[in-house]
């Protein structure tokens, strides 16, 4: 699985105009499910997004993770956003080829699994809607933001 992972002070997901997901400070991610990919992927990405240190302690440093802060009191949430066009390979021309993700019904199984992973795992779980045509809204934090990929075996 490949991510796009935001550090934001807010994040929201509309579809035809309305409000679909929205958080304050956290994580937004952005997760594309690859051809071959399994729930092991999944969980994996999940572990490592709850336990990512990139946010500020008392000293400024990066060293505390989104669980840190709902377990502080400062409610850290997750906006998790399917994007298949992370899977991009441009390395033939000028249009990307999307051959390398998953294909939409594998794709839909793995996000639904992650997301119910997730609010399973943590308090403020929002999301977007798979296969809409989106408008994200973010203000990055920092800004941070980290490409992760869970191949299989990692």
């Known amino acids: 699985m490949i991510s796009v992972v935001q550090r934001v002070r807010q994040a929201r997901v509309r579809v035809a105009g309305q409000t679909v997901g929205e958080i304050g400070q956290g994580l937004l991610v952005l997760v594309c499910a690859e051809q071959g990919d399994t729930e092991?992927?999944?969980?994996?990405?999940?572990?490592?997004?709850?336990?990512?240190?990139?946010f500020s302690d008392a000293e400024g440093k990066m060293n505390r993770s989104v669980q840190d802060l709902d377990g502080a009191g400062l409610h850290g949430g997750l906006l998790i956003v399917s994007q298949f066009t992370l899977a991009a390979d441009t390395s033939g021309g000028n249009r990307p080829s999307f051959k390398a993700a998953a294909?939409?019904?594998?794709?839909r199984r793995l996000y639904d699994y992650v997301v119910a992973q997730a609010r399973a795992a943590h308090t403020i779980v929002q999301t977007g809607i798979f296969a809409a045509d989106m408008q994200v809204e973010l203000v990055n934090d920092g800004p941070v933001t980290i490409p992760m990929r869970v191949a299989p075996g990692i």
């Open 40 to 54: 092991e992927q999944g969980d994996k990405l999940l572990a490592k997004l709850l336990k990512l240190r990139i």
């Open 103 to 107: 294909a939409p019904d594998e794709g």
